[in-house]
DNA sequence: TATGAATGAGTTTTCATTCAT
DNA sequence: TATGAATGAAAACTCATTCAT
């Protein structure tokens, strides 16, 4: 009764595809562009589909907001393999620092308005990406560039920091700079080598 | 303050005083718990008052945020005069560089909330703010134990880094270890001592 | 502290009780004429007040539907009370078989949809009805007008069938002869006075 | 019906005849179950097949349910042929009531939403239908076994009657015995014997 | 042609704001 | 004046119907 080609089961359909990474893709966008808060009509407008697509896809809104940490972990953790692979100790910290950096914005509010509800596929891939971090830091503490009297949990929590974008005392806002700065101060805190 | 005549006019006075006090704390304490969006129904509870009163005094959600804003940086500027007169230059700074950065939350998401829309007088005690933090600062950086590379408006946006309250890729929470260590990292970072 | 009036723990505003009564009465009416789907609007347009205000009493669809119901089994039970001080036992059965058929089909939309969520007071009430109708029942058959071969029961079931409203094979719609005559026939068949 | 030549065009019809007779036992079976308002989607899940083909076939719902009331009428239609052929006339109407009975749920559910827009096909079949049954209604009554005091329609309508599936004051369903009981009892009042 | 993904109008539900008491 | 009930616009979610594959 089958045909020739074993994939009959699951044809997957190329718009159904496409759709699906669009959605996602939207998700994203919609979440930092309007904050965790986007209602799923914008997200929907966003990718360019109905309400309806989402929702099949997604049908619950927690759904979708998972779909899109475990996104963002997905990233972090490539991230962190690349981190462990760079040659100096340092280097790799940063590179993995500054990435968290980067996205812990969404990664927090995500990870905290998701309780423990993500799920144990999230939670697994969460504890993977620990894992990582904490080799990588370890591996800049080891080589004595990393300060050693914090704990890797301290180090990580550090990432949040980076991100705060509000305007101090009403100074005319300027992300950009300012992140790169607070970055390079909190490295310069973090490092040990001038000392 | 100035009732020279206790009539029988003056004693709803009292009242509404009272009542006006208690809605801002409220605000205060139900921005700082909630958030910026935090709801009326909710600071009216915690004023333990009606929606409606807290409506008639401020009608529109601005003015109540721009008390808020008001009452905080009346406070951030007592602290900077204190600064300014705190023997060692660096202690000053210490002393206003943490105070801000308790407050910075709420004060930056409120500053850029109100935007320009804070009212002349915001703007005005802002600006005094500015100038007693930039002494501050300037005079850290004169006496050499503060960077120089960075100009005052830099280091009073660093303030914002260490109150992100995420917690990063789902770490238990520990807010206040974790604000001491982020603030330690960044005045690390911010000293010229042993380098 | 407490005023002269011991009811100031619960003033019960005048307008909240009428309109709590206009929504229950507005829900009633358009349950009748719209069956049990109808939206909330409907009801709110019917009740002349806002959504929102259907919402506050009843924060879901379901709780409104148990009032409904709540209502139409007090009004039975009063028939019922009446029925059994009738003086005729089969006048009384009459009265109670004649009401009952006249909600029935409200009534058992209402009670198959609720399902076992009606709560507790929906079945204390409901078992309270079935007891008085099972009296009347077995005072009709102990007098020896109502047929002894039908459970009691059996009997109430029969009152949905004189609810039946569709038109048979098309034929002219004529309800209200129609019930009419079918309770009559119904009545004649239960009676045992010809046999 | 006419296919003279078995070409190659033919075949797909089989195919396409199969399922259309799928399509609507699927829907006969359908709104037995779930009732008028049934989606069409159920309807698809019950044949096997997808959405899409039901709507192929009836791109109208009035035109699938119309469909299905044809159905019904047919299968009436053919019962009060034997009904009027039947020794007793009391027993040939007790036939025909009986199935009118166990179908008018529907058929009186599908008459009334078609109201008169069944088309001219279903009309004729139903002036037939009423015709016969008139007759056998006519001869039951003439026997002298059935009530004289009712018009054809008014007994015609009490076929509703016997049907409706409620249950009674949330008293455990037992709609088989219910249906049997009912229907005694209705031909207990209809029936002239005893009196 | 058969399929089921996509659509979007309609429903339920929430909540910031207004207003009768 | 203080209150919290009422309001209705907007968000979440469903599902009958259409349409690309």
Redesign the pocket.
């Known amino acids: 009764m089958s045909a020739q080609k074993p994939t009959a089961a699951a044809p997957v359909?190329?718009?159904?595809q496409r759709?699906?990474e669009r959605v996602l893709a939207a998700a994203r966008r919609a979440v930092a562009a309007h904050g965790l808060?986007?209602?799923?009509?914008e997200i929907?407008r966003e990718a360019?589909?109905?309400?309806?697509?989402v929702?099949?896809?997604y049908?619950?809104?927690e759904q979708l907001m998972a779909a899109v940490l475990r996104d963002i972990l997905g990233e972090l953790t490539a991230t962190a393999r690349r981190a462990l692979e760079a040659e100096g100790a340092w280097d790799g910290f940063v590179l993995l620092f500054g990435d968290l950096t980067l996205r812990s914005a969404q990664n927090a509010g995500l990870s905290s308005s998701l309780g423990q509800h993500g799920g144990p596929a999230i939670a697994a891939q969460r504890r993977q990406l620990l894992d990582l971090a904490r080799l990588v830091v370890e591996r800049a503490q080891g080589a004595g560039s990393l300060r050693r009297d914090l704990t890797w949990q301290d180090v990580l929590q550090l990432t949040q920091a980076a991100t705060a974008s509000g305007c101090a005392l009403g100074l005319e806002p300027a992300p950009a700079r300012s992140r790169q700065t607070t970055l390079a101060v909190l490295l310069d805190g973090l490092r040990t080598d001038a000392r």
Chains 1, 2, 3, 4 share one sequence.
Not at 37 to 41: P, R
Not at 48 to 53: D, E, K, L, N, Y
């Open positions: 359909r190329a718009d159904a759709n699906a808060e986007v209602s799923f009509h929907a360019g589909v109905g309400v309806g697509t929702y099949r896809r049908p619950e809104r």
